[in-house]
């Protein structure tokens, strides 16, 4: 065993320039409404469709257990290390730096795409109140908007995020209240609402394990952003007390709106209703919540829901643009993106990464507009894949960092913050994170020769990640971490005190 850290040996380490403005309950609400959005208020009645009440029901649990462990394994190297780069910088330093520069890139660029997604969506429910307005108009207007929010502090985006994400929790506590009240009699409900929809038909559970996987990466798909309180933690106050609360409340809250919600669709509306097979944000009339709200009573729930999702997609695309550019910021300050991305404004804005990605974003939006979406659907293919290939890096990270920290004889006990799961938590997610990716469109390998541009739009993004990774290794002859190598030398969750590794001197050091 080496006889002390080396923590130089990898140049990759950040010493940024943020400000740290976000307070805890800024943190909680953008880990929120990263994970509530239109996967909630609109898919979740596809999954139902799919896999009955009881299959949605099971796998959004099991699902949201997955995403627990990876905030917990987040959370712990992130108020080791707090900054910007996030769960990109962990990769590089305790995985392999080629991983890190592929899994930064990518997410970066699935990020501005979402951008895009988002753009398009605000088209078509804008439509809803206003359908001789050129859409056109209202996207470049949206962009506007999100860039302004960005460009203007992190405090004010901390601010706009914590609105927005509010607007959409009032709204599902609002459909849990009428919900449980409309199943205990005392609003009034559907004819065929009631206890007996998990057992009409195949239900509980639809369509077998097939449609249970499918539900999987629907429900993946929802969750995801819930990362991007790792990224927050670069501009954090207090990262050792706000993390760590943020984690706490993030998932006791989405497993409250998530699985509580489950419940109650799987309860009001039975599977076989054919609204819920549509799962489409251009009529938001069908979405699961509106459905319920009429039932109860309620005239306006279209519009309503209407208001509610736009103000999802505002949301999330403001929170992607945040997002990544502090990745790109990330990747420039590290070595691994031009330096000019790594400029800050007086007021702490990484303007030029964030030019850059609205500039990327504004362009893959564009190709939705002309020929028959060809490009902008592979785009789309292309960066659907990295959200769970960042989770993968995270519970990979998290696991190499707790091995190396004891092999080079520091404790557990040391970090500020623990994961309550390790080692479980990160083998578990690996595992499931795997499936899911390899899983995405198994179907399509029945038939590989009638079907081989769909597996190939389906997992472009796979062989494009790794050629990244095996590019850079190639280059820059990178190879795996060892753990004798692992720097532990950061400031611990900006208190000022040195980390486990630093805390040492180094005539105490373990010996080999």
């Known amino acids: 065993m080496s006889s002390h850290p080396h923590p130089h040996q990898h140049p990759v380490v950040e010493h940024d320039d943020l400000q740290r403005k976000l307070k805890a309950r800024h943190l909680t609400m953008i880990a929120i409404g ?53 769960f990109v910088t962990y990769s590089a330093l305790y995985v392999e730096e080629g991983f890190g520069f592929a899994l930064g890139w990518s997410y970066w660029f699935n990020l501005a795409v979402t951008i895009a997604v988002e753009l398009a969506a605000a088209q078509l429910v804008m439509a809803y109140w206003f359908p001789h307005v050129s859409g056109m108009v209202w996207s470049a207007g949206f962009l506007l908007l999100m860039f302004g929010l960005n460009a203007f502090s992190v405090r004010g985006f901390g601010e706009a995020e914590y609105w927005f994400a509010l607007i959409k929790v009032v709204t599902v506590l609002v459909f849990l209240a009428a919900g449980l009240m409309m199943i205990f009699g005392i609003l009034k409900s559907a004819p065929e609402s009631g206890w007996h929809n998990f057992t009409i038909g195949d239900a509980p559970f639809v369509g077998g394990i097939p449609a249970m996987f499918g539900v999987a990466m629907i429900a993946g798909f929802s969750f995801q952003g819930t990362e991007t309180v790792g990224v927050a933690a670069g501009e954090a106050a207090d990262p050792a007390r ?31 209703d054919p609204n819920l097979l549509r799962n489409d944000v251009t009529d938001i009339g069908v979405s699961p919540f509106a459905l319920v709200f009429r039932h109860a009573g309620l005239a306006l729930a279209a519009g309503v829901m209407n208001a509610v999702v736009l103000t999802a997609l505002l949301s999330a695309g403001t929170s992607s643009m945040y997002a990544s550019a502090r ?36 362009l893959c939006f564009l190709s939705s507009l ?46 500020a913050y623990r994961s309550p799961l390790y080692p479980f938590g990160p083998i578990f997610a690996t595992v499931l994170c795997v499936v899911i990716v390899l899983g995405q469109n198994y179907q399509a390998f029945s038939d590989v020769r009638g079907r081989w541009m769909e597996i190939v739009g389906t997992y472009i993004g796979v062989p ?49």
């Open 34 to 86: 990263g994970a509530v959005g239109t996967g909630l208020f609109v898919a979740s009645g596809a999954s139902i469709s799919q896999a009955g009440p009881g299959g949605a029901l099971l796998m959004y649990c099991l699902i949201g257990l997955m995403v627990y462990c990876l905030m917990t394994s987040l959370g712990e190297l992130a108020v080791h290390m707090p900054v910007a780069g996030s």
């Open 242 to 272: 706000t993390i760590p609360r943020a984690i706490r409340q993030t998932f006791w809250r989405i497993l409250l709106f998530y699985v509580l919600a489950i419940l109650i669709i799987g309860v009001l509306i039975p599977y076989t």
């Open 327 to 362: 990745i790109l910021y990330g990747l420039a300050v590290s070595g691994r993106a031009p330096r000019a991305l790594a400029r800050l404004s007086a007021n702490g804005v990484p303007y030029n990464a964030l030019f850059a990605t609205t500039a990327v974003g504004a």
């Open 370 to 415: 002309f020929g028959d979406k060809v490009v902008y659907m592979w785009l789309l293919n292309t960066s659907g894949m990295t959200g769970f290939i960042a989770w993968l890096g995270i519970a990979v990270s998290h696991y190499r960092f707790r091995r190396g920290l004891v092999y080079q004889g520091y404790k557990p006990s040391d970090l």
């Open 464 to 512: 494009l990640f790794l050629m990244l990774w095996l590019g850079y290794r190639l280059v820059r002859k990178s190879r795996l971490v060892s753990y004798e190598d692992m720097p532990f030398d950061c400031k611990r969750a900006g208190e000022g005190k040195p980390a486990a590794g630093a805390t040492r001197p180094a005539d105490e050091q373990p010996a080999a």
